[in-house]
């Protein structure tokens, strides 16, 4: 099976923070903002400027697979906080933003964390769309989304 590509461009992420901030305000007030490193850190700066939030945090997150197995046979990843959040409490007036919401399991630990943060991507995967209280666009799951400000080789 081919997989999908969903090449997005400045001009795109631009216009779809702008959407995502609006989407926000209607939710509130916020005192502060998460980025989830490092996809998260473009659409929370531009976030953060549109909604005049000064007070940033970030939390890295990496994810790999072990050699175990689930239930259902599937790879299992394991999740490892490379960076935690600091002055967040349980996440009451915060954002989380992120690029993309996949299978939601970054999502998860982040609101394990942070429960009463709102948590807020671009672009959301129908896996882990339900992880998202706020996104702008749905992808197709085996689509790859590639980002104007990562590498590739």
Request: aromatic share 10%.
């Amino acid at each position: 099976m081919t997989q999908k590509e969903y090449h997005i461009s400045w001009e795109k992420i631009l216009g779809d923070a702008k959407k995502l901030a609006d989407k926000i305000k209607d939710k509130g007030d916020f005192h502060g903002l998460i980025a989830i490193t490092r996809g998260g850190l473009v659409p929370a700066g531009l976030i953060a400027q549109e909604l005049e939030i000064k007070k940033i945090e970030t939390i890295g997150i990496s994810s790999y697979e072990t050699s175990a197995v689930t239930e259902r046979d599937e790879e299992y990843r394991e999740y490892e906080i490379t960076k935690e959040m600091q002055g967040v409490g349980d996440g009451e007036g915060w954002l989380v933003v992120d690029d993309l919401v996949d299978s939601g399991q970054t999502a998860k630990v982040v609101k394990e964390l942070a429960p009463k943060a709102l948590y807020c991507v671009l672009y959301a995967k129908p896996q882990g769309e339900e992880q998202a209280d706020l996104f702008v666009e749905r992808v197709e799951q085996g689509t790859w989304v590639f980002f104007p400000w990562e590498k590739y080789d």
